[in-house]
Structure formats: C-alpha cells, structure tokens
C-alpha cells in the first residue's frame, strides 16, 4: 500500500468503529499525519516510510473489534494474539493484518518504555489520539530512533504548544503533569526532547524557519515540564538517578 492509502484505511477504520458505537483511535506515525494537514509532507520530505498501522481502544469494546475488522477485510492474528496473553499474563493487544500490513489494537493502557495511561483521553479528539498523548507516545521511547524523530519534527512544525487539550493544541502542561509524578519518564522525555532539539540542524531539507519554529516548541514544552511542581516520589527517584534503571524493557514477539 502507499503512505496515502495506508492513511485512508486507518481513518476509514476508525469511522466504521464509530458507526458501531466503539470507540477508536489511530495512534503512531500515521496518526501524526492525519493532524498535520500542511506539514506532514515532512515525513516524505525526510524519507519517512509506513509499515505498520496502530490503534487504541477499551477493553469494554474488545468482543466487538475483532468482528469490525474482519469485516473490513484485516486478517485476525488469533494464535499471536494469545501467545502475548501467555507471554505477559493478559491481552495487551489484538494483532491483524490487511496484505503485508501489520495493525495492532491496544486496550487501556500504553506500556512501552514507559506506561502511558489513557483513561478518559479516547473522548478528547478524533480519529487520532489527542496531541500530547502523540507526542508522549514518541517521547518515552528510551532507544528513539530517525522514523520517530520526524515523527515529532512533523507534529510541532504544525502545532502550537498550550496548556489546554484543544484540537490543535499540544497540552504541554498535560505531559509535564505526568513527568513530574515520574522520574523516568522525565528522564526520558527531556532527553529525547533535547537530542530532537538537536538534530533539527542535520536535516538540510528543512528551512531555516522550520528549524526556529521546531527549536522554539521544544524549548517551550522543556519549560512547561521543568516549571511544573515535581511530586516526593519524584524527588525521591531523582536521587537514585541512572543507577537504577528508569525504564522497562519492551518485549517483541516475533512474526
């Protein structure tokens, strides 16, 4: 499939849930693309390719995803499916496929690196999540590689950053909330904040105007996250630092 096809089928995905009364979002780099309408041309600019194709949904509305999407054609991946519930004691997420596309459904919770809670935040935009679970979801990975990188040039080229959960609006005050109730996830986050800030300057396919615009968001999210009272357990985990790892290790299964 192409990049546009690939897009379309994921937006096309989360309305027939709509019309089924389920609640799902797309999440990823896909996700990204569809909230950035005038500059996701980055993503192709910077050779960013698709591969993959990820949502998000309750667990209430489990029994009713496997049927929608058999009957837009995606394959389920049973057996796969149940080697996660084995291999991790429950079932974390429901693995498809549609030709050589992989597409997963995650219930309740992100767990990745670190753990992404987002209860209450389905409801808050369509068909994508809301811009600062987006850019969490991207920030927390410890080993953050090029493809997410761009990701998340892509996304604060578009978007101002605020306090609120507006449509456009990256609610930096929502990520700084969570980095300071957890030290490992600050960590993470304003490490990855810093090294995009960074490599911003190594794209020569970007203007110098995206690379200030790109600059001024981080420094503006940095900033939400380092104003924000930090909680005890915290200040308590910032005193163990790096000598204890702030990370969990995110297990694959191969396909």
Known sequence: MSFEEIVNLAVKTVQAAESEGIILRIIGAIAINV?????????????RELSDVDFVSYSKYRDKIAPLFKNLGYKYEELLSKIYAIEFGHLPRMIFEKGNLKVEVFFDVLEFNHTIPIKGRLELDSPTLPLADLSLLKLQIVKINEKDVIDLITLFREHEVGDKDE??????????????????LWKTVTDNLRFIKGMVDKYEKLSDEDRADVKEKVDKILD???REPKTMSWKLRAKIGTKKKWYKEVEEISR
Do not use: S
């Open 35 to 47: 909230h950035c309408p005038t500059f996701n041309k980055i993503q192709k600019l910077l050779g």
């Open 167 to 184: 449509k456009e609006i990256i609610n930096a005050k929502y990520i700084a909330k969570l980095c300071a109730k957890d030290w490992g």
């Open 224 to 226: 939400f996250i380092d």
